[in-house]
């Protein structure tokens, strides 16, 4: 199994363009997070999915964050317009929902934004 | 949303076992403990977690106090590798929220 993969593994960009970062989860998983990562706030959860189904988006910033999984094996996280205080890294994770085990994180996006 | 404490960090020597403690009083009866670690520039890695019982892995033991108000991760013999930020997490609700966790530096 390849774990749950995150691209790009580093993303620079320039204030206000928008950024999209994905994930795959591993397959069979029916759960998947979205994490941001700073100096400041440490690791954020921003929102989640259960079946391909948001349950709860109250971790996302603001309302240029966007998240969707039009499907079990993929994911993305968009962000529209950036801004430099979004520079952060982003971990995506995927579990089964209802199981006692834990999660499987990616490596992660480092956004830096400009 | 953290319902857990850790001491900010920690230093082991190279060989001996680490302990790491963590302090989750308000835990719930069917809440479980997990620990996970990060190594630097990676996303957070799973290592074991437990109800009430005591529970080992090829990674670490998992010590929880019998009101499971506190539990202790032990690494039985720390390597260089093990220098990471390890992160003791209550799952509320298939969720994991992290806190801050403990900076462990193992010394040569």
């Known amino acids: 199994d390849a774990g749950v993969i995150q691209s790009p593994r580093h993303e620079v960009t320039e204030m206000g363009q928008e950024v999209t970062l994905r994930c795959k989860p591993i397959s069979g998983h029916n759960s998947l997070f979205w994490y941001r990562q700073t100096m400041m706030r440490g690791l954020e959860l921003l929102i989640y999915f259960n079946n391909n189904v948001p349950i709860d988006d109250s971790g996302m910033p603001e309302d240029r964050f966007s998240a969707k999984m039009p499907n079990a094996s993929f994911s993305t996280l968009k962000i529209q317009p950036s801004e430099p205080r979004d520079s952060a890294v982003y971990f995506c994770?995927?579990?089964?929902?209802?199981?006692?085990?834990?999660?499987?994180f990616g490596s992660g996006t480092r956004l830096t934004v400009v | 949303d953290a319902k857990t404490t850790q001491p900010p960090s920690m230093d082991c020597a190279e060989g001996r076992a680490a302990n790491l403690p963590c302090n989750h009083s308000?835990?719930?009866?069917?809440?479980?403990v997990y620990w996970y670690r990060q190594i630097h520039s990676q996303g957070p890695q799973y290592i074991i977690h437990?109800?009430?019982n005591n529970e080992t892995n090829e990674m670490a033991s998992l010590i929880i106090t019998e009101d499971r108000k506190s539990s202790t991760l032990i690494l039985p013999h720390a390597t260089l590798r093990d220098t990471a930020v390890y992160y003791c997490?209550?799952?509320?609700?298939?969720?994991?929220?992290f806190g801050t966790g403990t900076s462990l530096t193992v010394i040569p």
């Open positions: 437990g109800l009430k």
């Open positions: 994770a995927s579990g089964l929902w209802g199981s006692n085990y834990g999660y499987t």
């Open positions: 308000t835990i719930s009866g069917n809440e479980y």
């Open positions: 997490i209550v799952r509320v609700d298939n969720q994991f929220y």
